[in-house]
């Protein structure tokens, strides 16, 4: 199982754009590069997903290197309904074994 | 319904006490873990059910932990002789599982556990 590591916290300004490095040096060949989003109260709720190189939804971008021993979510122009924790996952995409959470980032966006 | 549904939301009990909290999973969904989330903290990984495999309860912290699942439905976490230290939010979450899948796991809103 890989495991994964992200700065514990981050701070940003609303309309700056943010990236959020994880490292997982140890990513299996089958796996995907999952990044989850959680609000206070909730459960957490799917971002974007890779595999390599980039992936570009409407709310995010997802960075992936050649060798894929890291990976850099990016959120352009955040605001203040983006303060969050953000979780880096790795994992088949089959869901054959368990997934390990890390202890995600917690990200603060000031006025 | 159309997402993963906890039960209940919230529970306050008190210590030596055993509680239940329910799972119901999307429809169809073969893969299901259960994860502890303490205040300020990350997720941590409890058990996962995978179809008709032997579940993965690796995770969990002592016997006095225990988890079923009914086929590919409905699943229960039982906690016995609750402590204090049991005191958490109880995520579920659910997957489709299988070739078709994209492993994206769907929260539930979580059972927060009280201990007094």
């Known amino acids: 199982l890989a495991k994964t590591t992200q700065p514990i916290s981050m701070d940003s300004y609303e309309g700056q754009e943010v990236n959020i490095t994880c490292s997982h040096n140890?990513?299996?060949?089958?796996?995907?590069i999952t990044w989850y989003q959680q609000f206070p109260s909730q459960g957490p709720r799917f971002i974007i997903q890779?595999?390599?190189t980039k992936v570009t939804n409407e709310v995010a971008s997802l960075f992936i290197p050649a060798d894929r021993k890291s990976s850099t979510l990016s959120l352009p122009r955040v605001s203040l309904s983006d303060t969050a924790v953000y979780y880096c996952l790795v994992g088949p995409m089959d869901s054959s074994y368990k997934l390990i959470f890390g202890s995600g980032t917690r990200l603060l966006v000031r006025p | 319904g159309a997402g993963v549904s906890q039960s209940p939301s919230n529970k306050v009990t008190e210590k030596g006490k055993d509680v239940e909290l329910r799972c119901d999973p999307i429809s169809g969904h073969t893969a299901l873990y259960w994860y502890r989330q303490r205040l300020g903290q990350g997720l941590e990984f409890l058990i996962y059910?995978?179809?008709?495999?032997?579940?993965?309860k690796s995770g969990l912290p002592s016997d006095r932990f225990s988890a079923e699942r009914t086929g590919e439905s409905v699943s229960t976490l039982t906690i016995q002789r609750t402590q204090q230290e049991d005191s958490a939010v109880y995520l579920c979450a659910s997957s489709l599982g299988g070739q078709a899948s994209t492993g994206e796991l769907f929260f539930g809103e979580g059972s927060r556990l009280t201990v007094l």
């Open positions: 059910f995978q179809g008709n495999s032997a579940p993965d």
């Open positions: 890779g595999y390599k």
């Open positions: 140890n990513i299996a060949t089958n796996d995907y």
